[in-house]
């Protein structure tokens, strides 16, 4: 007769041949690529546990707890008591172990003896998790002995003020604050609050986010929304000043949706820009102090900071269009999204295109804006022959172009900006890419900042197939060399785990780099054709990537059925190439 009782086993029952018919193909192919063999023994005990759950044999039981012993043991001998490598191996262990203990699955045979066997080591799994989490074997902890510099006052910022993105145009991101210490953190308490009232809409973009970093100058806060209203808040009530609509003109079809953030600029301090106002052309009486804030749709603002009105006088109406003389231009193909950098006389912004649609998308160009009027003043172009040539009536500039969606970085002594540079798209693949197309991808790029000039360029990967884009606003700091000099430096952070310290007078190493063979095995056929890896690769000695050769061990997944997966590829894409 058939009772809940028995349905119940027989859904149980299922689903233990499922998981054991998926380890054990799985891990079939795993062990003949060369792989462990741990997953073709699960999935026969998975099964072995669903046929003798079938005849009502307790044995499942110890069949299952002997399962999850073994792998409690397999776990520790791949990778320690690593809690995150080793919960993708023990979760669905344990939750289905968890569901074996329920009364209905045992239901019309003896299981007590055979509950406490897997009660035991479900237990150990438990402890061998906990104990994990407070030993993390990678975890270094370590002490700085030394007292650490406090970094000089910056003139022209008072103490209490974040006017930039990384709070000065070089990203310094550090404030002289010391009221909120680590001692008293833990009593911070929220004091006001700001809602912007938005939220994601069915026609946003897949990827619509909030990753705005406020500015503040005075009694001022200044932020933009996911849509891009620029906000002034009062910084010490949160009180709404007022707020700027730009009307952005977004739809689902584009690719990205965000704004990280503002740039400022106050005409009556700008101190520390002496270099760059030597080429000082223009001044603003309509809006000496204001607010530049980059739209999605393709546009940049000026907005007066005190009473929030676009300037007048600056562009067409207080705008920008970053879409003209764009090849390919449509809705979404190229967004601002990072704030731009802001020098005495000019704004420098480059932008997001979007990525592995085709090959016919807008340029990455860089350009340099008139601060006051918003004239176009030079333009950096990473795909063209002539980078800074404008282009003339008719002319366009080159589709394609490594981007620059990064914050940038700005030194006001040298008249120098930073330019973090990605790799043309589709950035998976450059069987089509031309050597212009490559020469400044993947790169930090040193411009003049008041000309647009290449000063000098550093290359982070050579014929990026990984999307290894140089992903963040670089580090500018001032360090002693080996000799006790000090020298102006700038540190390059790339995916690839490699932190590039160069000389940003000139790019020369500091911490040396070495140009490394890799490996040149690439299957060939009808979606290859044309693609090549590079020869060699930069390796910085500085190097945050794992010393010791990457292993099937060291792949990730969220459970044992992705991470083996996961393992499956490794062995394929080393034995395929």
């Known amino acids: 007769m058939h009772t809940p009782s028995s349905g119940f086993r027989t859904f149980t029952i299922a689903i233990a041949v499922v998981f054991g018919l998926v380890l054990l193909i799985g891990g079939i192919w795993l ?41 409690v043991v397999w776990g520790l001998w791949e990778v320690g008591s690593d809690f995150f490598a080793l919960a993708p191996r023990l979760d669905i262990l344990g939750v289905f ?24 080591t479900l237990a150990i799994t438990i402890a061998v998790m906990a104990y994990s989490i407070f030993n993390d074997p990678q975890e270094i902890r370590g ?16 103490d209490a003020d974040w006017p930039a993105y990384g709070r000065t145009q070089s990203g310094l991101r550090y404030s002289p604050l010391n009221q909120i210490n680590s001692d008293n953190v833990k009593d911070l308490q929220v004091a006001w609050t700001y809602h912007t009232g938005e939220s994601k809409t069915e026609n946003d973009s897949g990827e619509t986010t909030n990753q705005v970093t406020p500015i503040k ?39 990205h949706l965000t704004c990280r953030g503002v740039s400022y600029y106050d005409a009556n301090n700008t101190v520390g820009f002496a270099t760059s106002l030597q080429a000082k052309k223009s001044s603003s009486t309509e809006c000496p102090r204001k607010v530049i804030l980059p739209v999605n749709d393709g546009r940049i603002v000026a907005v007066n900071a005190d009473t929030g009105k676009a300037c007048s006088d600056f562009g067409h109406n207080g705008e920008v269009d970053l879409q003209k003389d764009m090849p390919f231009p449509y ?20 932008g997001s295109t979007t990525d592995n649609y085709s090959t016919q998308e807008p340029s990455g160009v860089i350009r340099g804006y008139d601060v006051n009027t918003g004239a176009l003043l030079w333009v950096f172009d990473t795909g063209a022959e002539d980078p800074n040539q404008i282009p003339g009536p008719g002319q366009k500039y080159v589709n394609n172009s490594p981007n620059a969606w990064a914050p940038l970085a700005y030194d006001a002594k040298l008249d120098i900006v930073y330019v973090p ?25 040193a411009l003049n900042a008041t000309t647009g000039k290449l000063v000098w360029n550093f290359q982070t990967t050579h014929h990026d197939l990984w999307d290894m884009d140089v992903p963040s606003q670089p580090t500018l700091a001032d360090i002693k060399d080996k000799t006790g000099q000090t020298v102006p430096a700038i540190y390059v952070l790339t995916k690839t785990g490699n932190a590039f310290v160069l000389d940003r007078r000139n790019g020369q190493a ?7 063979p890799v490996p040149q095995t690439v299957k060939r056929g009808p979606q290859t054709k044309g693609e090549f890896y590079s020869p060699t690769q930069p390796f910085s000695d500085f190097n945050l990537a794992p010393k010791d050769k990457l292993t099937d061990k060291q792949m990730w997944g969220a459970t044992m059925f992705d991470q083996l997966i996961c393992r499956v590829s490794f062995h394929r894409l080393n034995y395929d190439g």
């Open 31 to 71: 062990a003949a690529l060369g792989g462990s063999w741990y997953y073709i023994i699960a999935g026969i005990l998975f099964i072995a546990t669903a046929i003798l759950l079938r005849k009502l044999s307790s044995s499942a039981l110890y069949v299952y707890a002997a399962l999850v012993l073994g792998t």
């Open 97 to 120: 172990g968890l569901w074996l203990l329920i009364p209905a699955v045992t239901r019309g045979f003896n299981a007590k003896g055979a509950k406490i066997a897997l009660s035991g």
């Open 143 to 158: 002490t700085l002995s030394a007292k650490q510099p406090t970094p000089a006052p910056i003139d022209g910022i008072a």
């Open 217 to 255: 100058i005075g009694n001022n806060m200044y932020l933009c929304t996911t849509h891009q209203k620029l906000v002034s808040l009062d910084p010490s009530t949160g009180k709404e000043k007022w707020v700027f609509d730009p009307k952005l003109k977004s739809d689902n079809t584009f690719q």
């Open 331 to 350: 809705p979404g193909g190229y967004i601002p999204t990072s704030p731009p950098v802001v020098t005495g006389t000019t704004i420098i912004i480059g």
């Open 421 to 445: 540079t990605g790799v043309g798209t589709p950035d998976i693949w450059g069987g089509n890419r031309t050597k212009l197309h490559e020469r400044y991808a993947n790169s930090m790029l």
């Open 510 to 516: 500091i911490v040396p780099i070495n140009e490394r």
